[in-house]
């Protein structure tokens, strides 16, 4: 039997790591399963180490990648304060509450990431920094350093108000939250 190259196990592997990014977002880490996730990518149980050393080794790639994917995306934002507004607009809106297994993975998965190992707590901190040099950076282009504090609290601004409005059964109440925290956020970007 021929082997796979080693193009086709990177875009294998990479699968696996994007599908198990929706699956952690939407039934938490703990609640995924190594079989769930490998049925996700299409691929058998058996296939899962020739990828990863273990699920916490995945949950790091996991985490590191969705991060990176998210400073991606901010660089299709307009640029400077004005970007930051979209941002705060989209990230708090009903669509991105409703559908969390494409959405941000700090809103989704930050108490779950407070318990995995070091791994995946190593690469959220790497993802979390390179957010807020982003925002910072859009905060004051001169001199990011100096808006790092305004950025830090800009982010769990967000990812707070986006975990609360998900928790509540009320959608009158869960959308008055997401309201409120635009009005906030915006309010503090002034």
């Given amino acids: 039997m021929a082997r796979y190259t080693k193009e086709h196990k990177q875009v294998t592997r990479q699968r696996i790591i994007e599908r198990a990014g929706q699956r952690f977002k939407l039934d938490g880490i703990d609640g995924s399963g190594v079989s769930t996730l490998m049925s996700d990518a299409g691929l058998t149980n058996g296939a899962f180490y020739a990828h990863f050393e273990s ?18 995306q901010y660089g299709t934002l307009q640029p400077g304060r004005a970007g930051l507004e979209d941002l705060v607009r989209e990230y708090l809106s009903p669509e991105h509450r409703d559908h969390p297994g494409t959405g941000c993975p700090s809103a989704a998965l930050l108490d779950e990431i407070g318990r995995c190992e070091d791994g995946a707590k190593q690469a959220y901190t790497d993802g979390a920094n390179a957010i ?16 790092r504090g305004k950025a830090i609290a800009l982010y769990t601004m967000l990812v707070g108000t986006l975990q609360l409005s998900r928790a509540l059964s009320d959608r ?19």
């Fill in 132 to 147: 807020m040099d982003e925002i910072a950076a859009r905060l004051t282009p001169g001199d990011p350093r100096s808006a």
């Fill in 55 to 72: 699920k916490d080794d995945l949950v790091a790639n996991v985490v590191a990648d969705q991060l990176r994917t998210q400073v991606e």
């Fill in 172 to 190: 009158k109440f869960a959308d008055e939250v997401l309201e409120q925290g635009i009005e906030n956020a915006l309010t503090f970007l002034r």
